[in-house]
């Protein structure tokens, strides 16, 4: 059957500026670490795929040095961030079972189609598992989410914008790529999955919507809502032409349409300046 795989962050529900963000902040201080991240810092930082890696790029000397962190030492510097990261887990978590981060729009209604369908369904994330998997049950209900294969944090090395998580979850659905439409929000989410062969739907969220989306099959707002915020359509390279909300049907179509073929950059790691 053919899958739909969503990545989270930005897609499931907005979560970038109102949960991870103040989830860092409030663990770095817990934790006496000398930083504290505005909005514009963290727009930069949300362009690094994964938490941790996200943290390791504030530790620079003068920060090792303030909170007394061996600056030669790489063990002890990933222990540091890795206490920090449970920390900030554990903060963001709480904040999505408190309903602080709703479900964007579309999303359970997507997902009830495309189950009630046949459809297999999947999330790839870089985020932690744990955050992965309470935005998923909190963004579709414990009864869908149950339906969903969870693939996410440190299950490959390499962080998007490389193909690996995509790659990782085509091998263990037992599909290749032109059986599958991915749901992305950033550039590096769409990099990564083009780099897998993938096509991809574009849902734009709160720090991406100026970023390069070239090679989507589509870029939309929204997957949308009856009687809620309606689709507005910023790129339709397939003709879809979905007037108020992205359906199930238009991800058929997605999937008779040839796969992206373009040539990827280096994606040997993530980038601040290539996002």
Known sequence: MPAIIFDCDG???DTERDGH????NQTFEE????VQWSDSDYAL???IGGGKERMRSILTPEVATALGLPQGDPVALDEAVARWHRRKTAIYTERVASGALPARP??????AQAEAAGWTLAVASTSAEESVRAVLTHAVGPELAAQFQVFAGDIVD???????????????LGIGPADAVVVEDSANGLRSALAAG???VITVSGYTAD???TGASLVVSSLGDPGGPTTVTLVDTLGLEPEFFVDLPDFVAILTTPAPDLTAPDLTAPDLENR
Do not use: N, Q
């Open 11 to 13: 897609v499931l529900a």
């Open 21 to 24: 963000l103040p989830a860092f």
């Open 31 to 34: 934790f006496s670490v000398p």
């Open 45 to 47: 930082r949300v362009k």
């Open 106 to 111: 579309g999303i359970r209604r997507l997902v």
């Open 158 to 172: 390499r962080k998007k914008p490389a193909p690996d998580i995509y790659l990782h979850a085509l091998r263990e």
């Open 198 to 200: 993938l096509r991809t």
């Open 211 to 213: 970023e390069d989306f």
